[in-house]
């Protein structure tokens, strides 16, 4: 079993920055890729940001060149920096993370999700 563990978020004002933090707890179990979701009251969970094992980062355009994705193997973390903060970035964000668990007779795939936290941007 895997358990996620969200930290930061909080309320900001437009223009500020928040530094999101996402730790994997577990055992015999490696991480594939990593990433970001956020959803607002009434609407689907979108992807926000995505890394893969090797490093390679994707974003959702209306986060691009304002957001930035990275991950710690060695602390099965993940890290969501978000600079500029719009009032429309306001959402519940989680993260997300593809494992391998190995069982005791082979490797299954599995999907976590992190308990989510609020952020607020407003003035």
């Known amino acids: 079993q895997v358990q996620l563990v969200q930290s930061g978020g909080g309320l900001v004002q437009p223009g500020g920055s928040l530094r999101l933090s996402c730790e994997a707890s577990?055992?015999?179990?490696?991480?594939?890729?990593m990433a970001w979701y956020r959803q607002v009251p009434g609407k689907q969970r979108d992807l926000v940001a995505r890394i893969t094992s090797g490093g390679t980062a994707s974003y959702a355009n209306s986060v691009e060149d304002r957001f930035a994705i990275s991950r710690d193997n060695a602390k099965k973390t993940v890290y969501l920096q978000m600079n500029s903060l719009k009032p429309e970035d306001t959402a519940v964000y989680y993260c997300?993370?593809?494992?391998?668990?190995?069982?005791?007779?082979?490797?299954?795939?599995?999907?976590?999700w992190g308990q989510g936290t609020q952020v607020t941007v407003s003035s």
């Open positions: 577990g055992s015999r179990f490696s991480i594939n890729a």
């Open positions: 997300n993370i593809e494992t391998l668990i190995y069982t005791g007779t082979g490797t299954i795939h599995r999907t976590y």
